[in-house]
């Protein structure tokens, strides 16, 4: 349902953008949300937004960096990620969740909607 690109290797200062393509027909109707998981590590929540885009949260770590958005009409969910840093490193993964806010966790995602997850690298 969701298939998640655009991740790559960049050096620590660079930018990429991720993106989310749905075939939910009802997109616009869900919280979405961006999950990252590190090596070794467990899966966090990056940032989830609004279905009218009225409200979002970013995990501390990527505020002011990282920036969500969304095309409900073209059911896309965007991440653009901004001056990267080697904490950024992880696969990154979209899904639809049930709520949106502090506190973003994996146990929040709905309708078993976890796609396939994106690298990104990020290496001097």
């Known amino acids: 349902q969701l298939q998640a690109s655009g991740g790559g290797v960049v050096q620590p200062g660079e930018s990429l953008r991720l993106s989310c393509a749905a075939s939910a027909p009802y997109f616009h109707i869900y919280f979405m949300a961006w999950f990252r998981q590190a090596p070794g590590k467990e899966r966090e929540g990056v940032s989830c937004?609004?279905?009218?885009?009225?409200?979002?949260y970013y995990e501390e770590s990527v505020k002011g960096r990282f920036t969500i958005s969304r095309d409900n009409g073209e059911k896309k969910l965007y991440l653009q990620m901004n001056n990267l840093q080697s904490e950024d490193t992880g696969t990154y993964y979209c899904?639809?969740?049930?709520?949106?806010?502090?506190?973003?966790?994996?146990?929040?995602?709905?309708?078993?909607?976890w796609g396939q997850g994106t690298l990104v690298t990020i290496s001097s």
């Open positions: 899904a639809a969740v049930g709520q949106c806010g502090e506190g973003l966790s994996d146990r929040w995602v709905i309708l078993n909607s």
């Open positions: 937004i609004h279905p009218s885009e009225s409200a979002t």
